[in-house]
Every structure is written in C-alpha cells, then in structure tokens.
C-alpha cells in the first residue's frame, strides 16, 4: 500500500478544508452563526485529515521498521528475490504466490474460527470502508450564537458589569446638573476542563481500514460536544461543572403552566415571547431552547380545520422558527421535571444570546501519544477542552416550566 500517497492526499483535503474555512470567514452573506456553524464543521475536518495524514506515515514507518529486521525488501525476502531474477524476472515476487498470511492475519483467524468444508481453512473477517457512528448532536449553545471571550494565559476572566445605569433627568436651563455614578460589578469566568482517553492497539491502527485513529478521533470529539452541551445547558455548577442556562438564578418568570404543568400549546409559547418583550431584551438575539418531544408537539398543533400551525418555510426548513426566533433543540433539557403531580415535564428556555458569555481557553483538542503505553504497544488518543458559561443579566433568561 502506497502510504505516502494517501498521506498526501489527506493533507491535500486538509489544505482545502483550510482554503473553504478562510472562505467561510470572507462570505459577508452568512451570518455569524452560520459562519460558527461551519468554521467548526471545517475545523473538525481538518483535525480528522491531520490525524489520518499522521497514521499513514507512523504505520508505513513501522512496517519499513519490520521488514527491514527481518530483512525483508518491499517485493518479498532476499531469497525470493533472487529467485526471481535467476528465473528472468525482475526481482518482483508474483503476490498471488505469498499465500501465508501475517501475525495480525492469524490473529484473525484463530478469532473467527470457522472452516471451510473438511479443508480446515479459515476464513479472516474484513471491515468495510466505511463505519457507523451513533447520531449525536452539535452543541446547541454555541450555535445559537452566545459571545465568546478567549481566555490567553491567565487561569479566569472578568467581565465588568453597569448593574445600575447612570441618573439621566430634565434640567432647567443654566441650574447645575446633578453627577451620578453607574452601579459597577463584574462577572468571573473560570474554564473548566473536558476531557477524555481512550487507548487502542497500535495492531489494530495498523490493520484497520477505515483508518482507526480516523474513527476513534471523530468518536471522540462528537462526545466532547455531547458533554459540552449538557454542561452549557443543563450543568449544575458544583465541583468542575459548568453552571448551565438552565440552573442560572435570577431569570425572569414565563407563563404559568398550572400546579400540575400543561400540555404545549401556541398560547404558552406566544406568552413566553411576551415575558421576552417585557423584560426589553433584544428582540433580534431571541432564541429558543427546547427538548425534540417539546418541538414535536409545537410541530403537531393544528387549526380547527387541521392545518398545521407552524408553517415551513423551504428556503430554511433545517432551521427551525417561531414568530421569527430560531428554535434550538437540545434534549439535555430533560422531559423527565416534576411539577406537582406530572413527573413527565420539560423546560422552555428563551434567551436573549447577547447576554450569553461563553469563556474558551483551549478550543478542543486531540492529541496522541505512545509514551505512556510504550511498553503495551498502545497508543492512547486524548481530546481536552476548557469552557465556562455566564449571564450577566440573568433577567435575560425567561423559563416556562412544567411543559408536557
């Protein structure tokens, strides 16, 4: 296998991949979120390509390394060699003929175990080219656009506050204006980590196809933005949690659903907007938050005559509205809160994003590493980040609780 080749073509689609994220950036046609949205597509591609790159060249390392100990050329051993230019050939061993399988070959084979009529030949199990991963979602947060602040060097950040605005009142003509001072306060931010390893067999690096670290990497940064998200979301702010939107004090009341919670409906939802407007928030940063069970339900709800209430507008069917605020669906926001006697309920959140500051100080990041399991002949795959979340405002958030 021509590894340098297909090292170089996963360095060539990470260089594209690199020229389309510049291209993202000077596109004044999409808007930030949308930019965000696919900078970070783009930037998880390149990590994947840069890792895949990595594994062609350290596995063709590797079996330069073997063959050259066991004193192997890339056609075969020096006597099959030899045996082909005496015999008028070029040195090139016939590949049909090396029937003996490898190491690796026999280790399969011994796992499979199963024989072929009375020959007692075994039969090796091949992956296909491509693999199946679970769905999982981005993180609904960062995709809804919050500020983000990047954190160099120090360990906190701190966002300064006006908690109370400065006096402003008619004055007569001539008279003295009386001074007044802002209400000063500020916001500490803290990143905190997230983190996760997992170790394979650098045999099995080797023999995979697909490419395993490919595989395990892009596992694992769909994992990271899971927790992510549920941090963001619904962290409990103890210990290393993040204290999420939905645990933040402070908020502002939506409509009451009852002592027993309500089914979703429009009116709950529009009196949710209302609550919005009446706190003055941005009318143009208003997003919503809500469970897949409470979208599909908003989705469901039809007229007297049956006609769907939510109607979809094909220009920007995979983005979600209502009343002109984007829908968010995060189902970290639990269907599962008691309210009096329902214990089957969810929250709403409807959040004005410019009061939303996300503090980044590692982006996430993968990195491998053989040190460790040196002596095992493992490679261990490690994905960090560090991230915290804060409102300023907490009057920007407005919850309808109780929604079944």
């Not at 390149?46 to 990595?54: F, L, S």
């Not at 940064?221 to 290393?240: E, K, N, S, Y």
């Not at 027993?260 to 143009?284: C, K």
């Not at 339900?297 to 995979?318: F, K, N, T």
Request: hydrophobic letters at 40%; a negative charge; proline letters at 5%.
């Amino acid at each position: 296998m021509n590894y340098q080749a297909l090292a170089t073509a996963s360095l060539e689609k990470r260089a594209q991949a690199f020229e389309d994220r510049k291209s993202v950036l000077a596109n004044s046609n999409l808007s930030d979120t949308e930019k965000r949205t696919r900078v970070d597509a783009l930037d998880a591609d390149m990590a994947a390509y840069e890792v895949e790159a990595r594994g062609y060249i350290e596995t063709e390392d590797r079996e330069k390394a073997i063959r050259s100990s066991r004193g192997l050329t890339p056609y075969g051993s020096e006597a099959d060699v030899q045996r082909a230019k005496n015999n008028g050939g070029s040195g090139h061993v016939d590949e049909s003929r090396k029937w003996l399988p490898n190491l690796t070959e026999y280790r399969a084979m011994q796992q499979e175990q199963r024989a072929v009529g009375t020959s007692g030949s075994f039969i090796p199990t091949e992956y296909a080219e491509v693999y199946v991963d679970l769905i999982r979602k981005r993180t609904s947060v960062l995709a809804a656009g919050p500020v983000q602040i990047d954190v160099f060097g120090a360990h906190s950040v701190k966002i300064p506050i006006v908690a109370s605005p400065i006096t402003v009142g008619s004055t007569a003509e001539a008279t003295a204006i009386t001074p007044s001072d802002p209400g000063l306060s500020s916001l500490t931010l803290t990143p905190k980590k997230l983190a996760a390893i997992t170790i394979v067999d650098t045999e099995a690096v080797e023999d995979s196809s697909p490419q395993l670290l490919q595989v395990v990497s892009n596992a694992l940064i769909r994992d990271l933005a899971v927790a992510l998200d549920q941090q963001l979301i619904a962290g409990d702010g103890t210990g290393q949690n993040i204290l999420g939107l939905r645990n933040i004090g402070g908020y502002t009341a939506g409509p009451s659903t009852g002592a027993n919670g309500a089914p979703t409906s429009f009116t709950l939802l529009a009196q949710t907007v209302a609550a919005y407007e009446g706190a003055n928030l941005d009318p143009e940063r208003g997003v919503f938050f809500m469970n897949a069970r409470t979208w599909g339900e908003v989705r469901a709800l039809v007229d007297s005559a049956g006609r769907p209430l939510v109607s979809i507008d094909p220009l920007s069917a995979l983005t979600p509205t209502l009343w002109g605020h984007k829908v968010f669906i995060s189902n970290n926001l639990p269907i599962t809160e008691t309210q009096g006697t329902s214990t089957n309920c969810s929250t709403v959140l409807m959040i004005d994003m410019s009061q939303v500051y996300v503090a980044v100080s590692r982006q996430p990041e993968m990195r491998i590493s053989q040190d460790v399991y040196f002596a095992s002949d493992q490679l261990g795959l490690k994905v960090t980040s560090r991230f915290d979340l804060g409102v300023p405002a907490p009057a920007a958030i407005v919850k309808t609780v109780g929604l079944i």
